[in-house]
């Protein structure tokens, strides 16, 4: 068994040929062609365990490889890795293979799921006092009669500090544009396998009781980088709606983590915090727009606020191709990778104290910023709504930490209440962008745009958001 430490690395194919041209990688470097077989249950139940077993040819020689899940920190991973020669493309079972004994009733339903091909051409080199293998793969991945194309660069820690991976990351980047990488090979060929996404949502985010709370807000935002990137990737090659808003819920679901860990981390991310700040911001029209047009009639308003979303979307794709996003990425990537915070005394406390120290704060802030809703103007309502996001968010990422029975059924309360919640003020959010981007784009006086804005819609929202708020604060709290 060994521990790899990799950092993995996206890009385009005219990129690669620059990186391999520009001199920055020695000329000593070794190339092979592989192709690679992935196997796994009809029902996926290895994926399910958070294993992958694959057999991979390369020069007439074949290696069965295990990788079970293990730590990692966005682009960053660091897995437990069990290999052995094989005869043929048939998996050998016996007793020095690590499956999960869980796995063991099923071992006779394994077979081929896709394939990984393509060709790869790898590199030792120095990074300051770390020695690095660098690997850059071409190829495709096939499931039945789906395919799609891989280009990336792997980063492997052959020796000292994984900070000089990022080190050498940036370098390429300036070389080439090149993105931090959240998938294995192994999760795109899963992904192509089933039905083609539209958007990423945040995944469940799973904590142990005994986590310091610092392991736990690194783990959180792991969870909240990678949400965006996965979005971004869709948005680079499609410009979806649903992709640009669940890559702002992972800006703010990060921000969120920012805030409500801010006990553990201090002040030291607050650069990184403005530079999220900053792109979520640039996302906001393209976002706004999409609301609006959704709400819109087809007529000339329609056709409007059709224009201004695709000049907004273009303004999206510069932004996502701006060195300063890219650089972001791994910036935070690398810093959370550190983990160097100063640890004051909250970072003794298990996860578990922490979270209900932590859910008591956004719990009382959310009650307080929502009391008496139709009194508040839109700025004070908008103040309301940031604050049941953070607090849903906080439950999100600390829920996993109160397992009784009671507390699941609470949990599940809390949260479809505290959605309700979150729908009425969401939309009386929207109800005041509209009027905001109709009068930027100078067509506040349309009758469609009258009808967008009707003070009726107003009304009643405002009598279903207090009783949402009020229903909310009635339940109760699980983690009490």
């Not at 339903?109 to 850059?136: H, K, M, N, Q, Y």
């Not at 410009?239 to 805030?259: C, E, P, T």
């Not at 191709?321 to 550190?338: G, N, V, Y």
Request: with cysteine.
């Amino acid at each position: 068994m060994a521990d790899e430490i990799e950092l993995k690395l996206e890009l385009s194919p005219s990129a690669a040929v620059a990186i391999e041209a520009s001199g920055l990688l020695p000329g000593g470097s070794t190339r092979a062609r592989q192709s690679s077989i992935y196997f796994d249950t009809p029902d996926h139940a290895l994926d399910r365990a958070g294993v992958s077993l694959r057999i991979r040819k390369s020069e007439g020689k074949r290696v069965q490889t295990i990788k079970a899940a293990g730590a990692s920190t966005a682009g960053l991973f660091a897995r437990s890795e069990w290999e052995r020669a094989v005869m043929d493309d048939i998996p050998v079972f016996d007793a020095a293979t690590s499956l999960p004994n869980s796995l063991d009733d099923c071992i006779d339903t394994i077979a081929p799921i896709f394939e990984v091909g393509g060709d790869r051409r790898s590199w030792i080199i120095a990074e300051g006092d770390a020695t690095i293998e660098v690997v850059l793969d071409r190829g495709d991945v096939a499931a039945g009669d789906r395919q799609s194309s891989i280009c990336e660069i792997e980063l492997e820690l052959k020796s000292g500090a994984p900070s000089a991976l990022f080190a050498l990351a940036r370098k390429l980047d300036a070389v080439a544009p090149v993105r931090l990488g959240v998938l294995t090979k192994a999760e795109r060929g899963y992904r192509l396998a089933g039905p083609a996404p539209a958007m990423f949502k945040a995944e469940p985010v799973l904590l142990a009781d005994g986590t310091a709370p610092g392991r736990a807000f690194a783990i959180v935002a792991q969870s909240c980088i990678r949400q965006f990137r996965l979005n971004e990737a869709l948005l680079l090659a499609e410009g979806s709606a649903g992709a640009l808003h669940q890559a702002r819920v992972a800006l703010r679901r990060l921000r969120s983590a920012f805030s409500i860990f801010r006990p553990i981390i201090g002040e030291l991310g607050s650069a990184l915090a403005a530079d999220l700040r900053w792109l979520a911001a640039e996302l906001g029209e393209a976002r706004n727009l999409d609301v609006l047009l959704a709400r819109t009639r087809p007529g000339s308003l329609h056709d409007h606020v059709a224009l201004a979303r695709d000049a907004a979307y273009r303004r999206v794709g510069e932004v996502l191709e701006m060195p300063r996003t890219r650089q972001l990425m791994l910036d935070l990537a690398e810093w959370i990778a550190r983990a160097g915070w100063p640890g004051p005394a909250e970072e003794d406390l298990p996860a578990r104290a922490y979270a209900v120290a932590a859910l008591d704060h956004c719990y009382r802030r959310a009650r307080k910023r929502g009391r008496k809703l139709a009194g508040l103007d839109d700025a004070d309502r908008h103040e309301a709504r940031k604050a049941a996001k953070k607090l849903r968010y906080a439950a999100e990422f600390l829920g996993s930490l109160f397992v009784r029975k009671r507390d699941r059924r609470r949990y599940a309360e809390f949260i479809a209440s505290l959605q309700a919640l979150q729908d009425q003020l969401g939309a009386l959010n929207d109800l005041a962008m509209a009027a905001l981007v109709l009068e930027k784009l100078g067509v506040a006086g349309d009758a469609e745009a009258s009808r967008l804005t009707a003070e009726g819609q107003k009304k009643k929202l405002l009598r279903a958001a207090e009783a949402a708020h009020g229903q909310l604060f009635d339940l109760k709290r699980f983690w009490r």
